[in-house]
């Protein structure tokens, strides 16, 4: 069912290729901020008073910044990374759930997420964790109010999910201010919720070669991880900031990137970094295995070729022809 570009308001084209598309923009309203280096934006209908809603959001994006940012030393996380011992370390109850739900993608995705590879993306230039990957995630244990290593090299880097998460806690936010028609943003990723005040679902637009995507997602997430923005060439070869837990190297191949819809954003985070982290191959399988819509943009040529799998198809309302 292809649908014309001039039918829409571009909103941004957000990282990874993933943006909002919402029609008849005198209908809604949109606010938006900044948010752990990159940007927040609500869209909802007139008939709603987004100044609490703002508020509570800013207030989220400095909760989990002051929590779990590699980048600050004062986080939960970053004193967890300096320690060398195995002592129980309390935590706040967000960096629990985090790691917890970290923990649950590692097993089902068989390591391809793997949050402990935070020393090899700092060594090649993509985040601030030093020094060599030596400790396992599986030594990772986890009681209510605190953590600890069972391999005291072990180090954390929740950069996969956080943002996710952190986006799930805006959304139920916004349910609790008995708002449930809205489209948020946030660096990239989608969630939205109920109808646009025109009466049609909330349209989500996943970029891809020739044919763009376009998703209705009420009550759905979507995350998409690739290598187009951070990234760089040399020597031919392409570096991107998702490790592959194997290698303990760039994941590198056919994938520029991946795109999944699941139920919270945390899960769509982890799992598109997972399978952009597994490769084409395996991650297709283990997307088709485990019933996760996902969209791989493989490189073909001199182009990019989309390939859906797991039922993303249930989730696409239209096309958007180049």
């Known amino acids: ?13 957000a990282a990874g290729g993933v943006w909002g598309l919402p029609v008849r923009a005198a209908e809604t309203q949109i606010v938006g901020g900044s948010a752990f280096g990159s940007y927040w934006r609500l869209t909802l209908g007139q008939d709603v008073d987004p100044a609490p809603l703002v508020r509570d959001i800013e207030a989220i994006v400095i909760r989990i910044d002051q929590q779990m940012s590699p980048f600050r030393s ?3 996380v970053s004193r967890f990374n300096a320690s060398r011992g195995t002592d129980w370390h309390p935590v706040s109850a967000d960096v629990r759930a985090v790691a917890g739900a970290a923990q649950q993608i590692f097993a089902l995705s068989g390591g391809g997420f793997d949050p402990g590879v935070g020393p090899t993306v700092g060594r090649y230039g993509f985040g601030p964790i030093k020094g060599e990957r030596r400790g396992a995630f599986e030594s990772l244990e986890l009681r209510e109010d605190a953590m600890r290593k069972g391999d005291p090299a ?3 880097d929740l950069c996969g999910i956080a943002k996710g998460y952190a986006l799930d806690l805006m959304a139920s936010g916004l349910v609790a201010h008995g708002v449930v028609d809205f489209h948020l943003e946030l660096g990239g990723e989608v969630f939205a919720s109920g109808y646009h005040p025109g009466g049609r679902p909330w349209r989500t637009a996943v970029e891809a ?4 995507h376009i998703l209705a997602l009420d009550g759905k997430a979507v995350a998409t991880s690739g290598d187009g923005v951070n990234g760089f060439a040399a020597g031919g070869r392409r570096y991107g900031h998702i490790i592959d837990p194997a290698s303990d190297s760039p994941a590198t191949g056919s994938v520029a990137s991946v795109s999944v819809v699941a139920d919270t954003a945390c899960a769509a985070d982890a799992w598109a970094t997972a399978l952009m982290a597994l490769r084409l191959e395996r991650g297709a399988a283990l997307a088709q295995a485990q019933g996760l819509p996902a969209l791989f943009q493989v490189r073909d040529g001199g182009g990019l070729r989309a390939i859906p799998v797991g039922g993303l198809e249930t989730h696409v309302v239209g096309e958007l022809a180049s």
Request: proline fraction near 9%; avoid cysteine; charged fraction near 20%.
């Open 1 to 13: 069912m292809p649908i014309s570009r001039r039918e829409f308001l571009m909103l941004s084209a």
């Open 154 to 156: 072990l180090t954390l």
């Open 209 to 212: 070669p020739e044919i763009t």
């Open 74 to 76: 004062t986080t939960d």
